[in-house]
């Protein structure tokens, strides 16, 4: 059976076993060692909110957005649609993860189209390691480089063989 997101309000995660249990300083493992540092250097008690500048996709089981959060991967393009469907389903949930990785795999692609939109082709082997694999690792580098010619070869090979058919059966239905 399938666990429906959650959309918990704050009074029902204060319920919860554990939530929040770092909340009270005289609950926190490290408060003995935290007593004898009087002065952190810190000019806040709690850290201020982080401002948000953009489209922030935040867990459905979380209450509200923490206050420090990571913006490396702004949802755009067919990445980001997945990453939103996927943000709607819990954490503990396949239909959660799975998404994500393929998103990740299509925002790959998706900068590597955009890079050469704007005229710069990326130098894929360097990027990749291939250099330092092939100084470091000679019989991989060599698995890479077999499967690399092989997934470039074969739909290679694939196209031509089809073209060149059609192109023999255009050719043998000329008439003279």
């Known amino acids: 059976m ?6 918990l309000s704050v009074d029902q995660y204060v319920k919860m076993n554990g939530w929040g249990v770092d909340a009270d300083p005289k609950n926190r493992p490290y408060w003995p060692i935290h007593k004898t540092q009087t002065d ?3 000019h806040w ?3 201020e909110k982080q401002k948000i500048d953009r489209e922030i996709l935040k867990s459905n089981e979380m209450p509200r957005i923490t206050a ?8 755009r393009g067919l990445s980001g ?14 239909r959660h993860w ?26 894929i082997f360097k990027e990749m390691g291939f250099g330092a ?3 470091y690792d000679k019989k991989l580098y060599y698995k890479r480089v077999a499967a690399t010619a092989a997934a470039v ?24």
């Not at 399938?2 to 959309?7: D, L, R």
């Not at 649609?81 to 396949?94: G, L, T, V, W």
């Not at 799975?98 to 050469?116: K, S, Y």
């Not at 070869?153 to 003279?176: G, Q």
């Open 133 to 135: 694999t092939k100084k």
């Open 68 to 75: 420090v959060f990571g913006t490396s991967v702004a949802p």
């Open 40 to 42: 952190t250097g810190a």
């Open 81 to 94: 649609i997945i990453r939103r469907i996927a943000y709607r389903y819990s954490e503990n949930q396949y």
């Open 153 to 176: 070869a074969v739909p290679t090979l694939i196209l031509y063989l089809l073209l060149r058919d059609k192109k023999a059966r255009k050719e043998s239905h000329v008439e003279v």
């Open 2 to 7: 399938e666990q429906q997101p959650t959309n």
């Open 98 to 123: 799975l998404p994500l990785l393929l998103a990740d795999r299509i925002d790959m692609i998706e900068g590597l189209l955009e890079d050469l939109m704007h005229g710069h082709v990326p130098n």
């Open 45 to 47: 008690i709690k850290p």
